[in-house]
Every structure is written in structure tokens, then in C-alpha cells.
T-cell receptor, first 114, second 112 residues
Framework: GAGVSQSPRYKVAKRGQDVALRCDPI?????LFWYQQALGQGPEFLTY????????KSGLPSDRFFAERPEGSVSTLKIQRTQQEDSAVYLC????????????FGDGTRLSIL | SQKIEQNSEALNIQEGKTATLTCNYT??????LQWYRQDPGRGPVFLLL?????KEKRKERLKVTFDTTLKQSLFHITASQPADSATYLC???????????FGKGTSLLVTP
């Protein structure tokens, strides 16, 4: 596709449920990032993939958060046993290579935990 | 701890004027800095990247400066238009080239 695609755009879940958020990066992009954005704040880094390898997961808030990119393209961010503080917009970004370069963002998934 | 500060207040300017947004950082030695634009309900859109050994970068009506001594970047939009109204995010990157550390953003409103 022309840009980064994320689905679903909106997700409402009850506290304690598991959720899965999907990211389709730009075709051929090596690097893929996940960020969490709270209302009125800038995006905060969660995790980074270079192809299928997860090279940095230092930003994941807890072991309830898990991300994968098994074939080096589509990525899924999974949150287990969701809590209210998980409510935020989850943004995915991809870039062509590694190192300093523009990141192309999707429009995010807005997650609300009731 | 690392800290990135952008204009805390929203910036309101008149169409045609130059908008200047600031990004200050502490306890950080970024290898590069990026500016993004974000509209409500949308993801950030890349605008400019400037490296630590560059003082200034320009792209059409946009100009960014990077002063590693002052630990500050300035972002200018000349001849501003109402369509420039958005939130502008400053993001710092390290030598590893992985994560970006974002500021909170500055909301810009350009009125006719």
C-alpha cells in the first residue's frame, strides 16, 4: 500500500481482556516501530524491529505487552489482561532502512479500556 | 533524566507571519533531530531531519536550526497559512538510530 496501515482504528475492551493490534508497514521497509501516545502527549517508544528481529523492547511497560513481526513485514502488538492505564493511541511507524531517517506513521489504533 | 521541552503554550499567529517553535533538551546528546506535524486523529508526518553536525536545514517555507551548545532547535514556518495549523512535534534520535524521543508538541493556530 501507499502508507502504513493500522487496524482496527478503534478498539474498546473490558479490563482483563486481551487485545491484538495490527500494523502493515510500507512494503520493503526494514525498520518498524511501535509507539504509545497518551492524550496531549508526544508518542513514547515501545519497541523496534529490524526485519523480523526485535532489537529493542526497552519501552514495553510490562510483560503484558508483546510484539512480533514473524516474516519481517506485518507486525502485531498484543496486550494481555488489559488495564485502564493501557488506554491510549498506539502508533506504528516504518522506515526504509536503519539509522537516522524519516519514520512513516500510521494513523494509530485508539484503545479504550472500560 | 532525559528531558525534551517544547513551547508549553499554544502559539497563535496571523496569516503571513513567521511562526517560530522551540525545542529544548537536557541530559541528552542526540545524533540528530526531527520535526513532525500531527493533525487531530492522525499519525505524525515527517517534515525535516537535521544532524548534529548541521546548523540549519531548509525545505520550502520551513527552516530548522540545531544548536548543540545551547541544546536547542528552532523550527520556523515563513509566510504561515491557516493550513499550517496543527501540532508540531520535536523528536531526538541517538547514534543507534532506533527509537525517537518525542517532546509533547506545540499547538500552532494560524488565523486569517
Amino acid at each position: 500500500g501507499a502508507g502504513v496501515s493500522q487496524s482496527p482504528r478503534y478498539k474498546v475492551a473490558k479490563r482483563g481482556q486481551d487485545v491484538a493490534l495490527r500494523c502493515d508497514p510500507i512494503s520493503g521497509h526494514v525498520s518498524l516501530f511501535w509507539y504509545q501516545q497518551a492524550l496531549g502527549q508526544g508518542p513514547e517508544f515501545l519497541t523496534y524491529f529490524q526485519n523480523e528481529a526485535q532489537l529493542d523492547k526497552s519501552g514495553l511497560p510490562s510483560d503484558r505487552f508483546f510484539a512480533e513481526r514473524p516474516e519481517g513485514s506485518v507486525s502485531t502488538l498484543k496486550i494481555q489482561r488489559t488495564q485502564q492505564e493501557d488506554s491510549a493511541v498506539y502508533l506504528c511507524a516504518s522506515s526504509l532502512g536503519t539509522g537516522p531517517q524519516p519514520q512513516h506513521f500510521g494513523d494509530g489504533t485508539r484503545l479504550s479500556i472500560l | 533524566s532525559q528531558k525534551i521541552e517544547q513551547n508549553s503554550e499554544a502559539l497563535n499567529i496571523q496569516e503571513g507571519k513567521t511562526a517560530t517553535l522551540t525545542c529544548n533538551y537536557t541530559n541528552y546528546s542526540p545524533a540528530y533531530l526531527q520535526w513532525y506535524r500531527q493533525d487531530p486523529g492522525r499519525g505524525p508526518v515527517f517534515l525535516l531531519l537535521i544532524r548534529e553536525n548541521e546548523k540549519e536545514k531548509r525545505k520550502e517555507r520551513l527552516k530548522v536550526t540545531f544548536d548543540t551548545t545551547l541544546k536547542q532547535s528552532l523550527f520556523h514556518i515563513t509566510a504561515s497559512q491557516p493550513a499550517d495549523s496543527a501540532t508540531y512535534l520535536c523528536a531526538l534520535g541517538g547514534n543507534s538510530g532506533y527509537a525517537l524521543n518525542f517532546g509533547k508538541g506545540t499547538s500552532l493556530l494560524v488565523t486569517p
